[in-house]
């Protein structure tokens, strides 16, 4: 009996014979205890910058994320294996909540200096962000309008910080970010574009029939409602010419915007009454606050140019503008309103 008995005593393990510290890295630890662990090993590397914890570590069964808010902010661990843990503070994190926390995107970095070391942002999933700048605050730019903002070098581009985050447009039709200097417009049919301060339209002067009559003809419209009709004719021929130009500036919205310019050259022939004046110059301005009101909608318009070799009357004159407008328009035509 007493041989049993220590023979069972040396099946017995004690911490001598199998140490907790040899065993504990093979303890397969919980999800949560390793978001846990490691939303406290970042906490501890921010030096208290987010404050105290003012919840329990709290999973987003929904995204397999976990998140722990602070008074500052909040840490959330995105994904377990590899570890990934960001953290959003300050005002980006404010903006984050405004625009629904997670259901606005998951952090993909830390809240990060730009490169211009002036600003702040954090990126997020889905192709999202939040740009912070001392002087505009922070703001949420996504999609379309984020991928073109990045192509152009981002807040070092000469469009600068968000100064808004995208909202409807103006126009009730697309989507639009204003930026320190200038706006990216969006819409299915334009896509994104730079709204520019000013659009140029340039065309040639020329006729197929023989017609010895050439030039150039531009038009510049700018966002304070500014208008600029000009260009240049000459007469190669014989003949004389009474001329109309026409610009029709067409949205995709289906309003129209026309500039007319009515002028005449003299060919060799006048040799006979005098000397021949066969150039034809003009530069007209003009200020229209239709251009301006629509702006957004202007930036991203076409243009059409019509010359004719005779004097156009004013009822024919009305009948061409539709017909270039009708040409031009990608919807229905809804207006046509007289610049020059």
Known sequence: M??????????????????????????????????????KAKADSLHGML??????????????????????????????????????????????????????????????????TVGRYNH???????????????????????NLWASLAWERSELGYPTSDEMNAPDGIGRISYFQQKAIYWTASTGAIVVEDSKTWEGNIFFSDGTALGGNVKVILNKN???NFSGHLHDSGYSPYTVTVIAVV???????????????TDGTGSDLFGSPNRNHDWNENVN?????????????????????????????????????????????????????
Request: net charge negative; glycine share 6%.
């Open 51 to 116: 404050g105290n914890p003012i919840s329990q570590v709290q999973e987003l069964s929904n995204l397999s994320a976990y998140f722990q808010n602070y008074q500052g902010g909040v840490i959330i661990v995105t994904q377990l294996s590899p570890l990934k843990v960001f953290e959003i503070h300050g005002d980006i994190y404010k903006k984050w909540v405004e625009m629904g926390r997670e259901n606005y995107g998951l952090p993909l970095t830390d809240e990060t200096a730009t490169p211009d």
């Open 2 to 39: 007493a041989n049993s008995i220590s023979s069972l005593k040396k099946d017995v393990f004690t911490s001598k014979d199998f140490p907790v510290d040899k065993i504990k890295d093979k303890i397969r630890l919980l999800p949560e205890q390793i978001a846990a662990n490691a939303i």
């Open 124 to 146: 997020f999933t889905d192709g999202k962000s939040i740009y912070w700048h001392p002087s505009t605050g922070a703001h949420a730019i996504y999609g379309a309008i984020r």
């Open 250 to 264: 067409m949205t995709s919205s289906g309003t129209g915007y026309s500039l007319v310019h009515k002028g005449h």
């Open 288 to 340: 229209n606050p239709a251009v301006r009101d629509n702006w957004i909608q202007i930036n991203s318009a076409s243009c059409t140019f019509k010359t004719s070799a005779q004097d156009i009357f004013a009822s024919d004159l009305q009948d061409t503008i539709t017909t270039i407008a009708k040409a031009a328009a990608q919807a229905a035509v809804v207006a046509i309103i007289a610049l020059i």
């Open 225 to 227: 409602g500014d208008c």
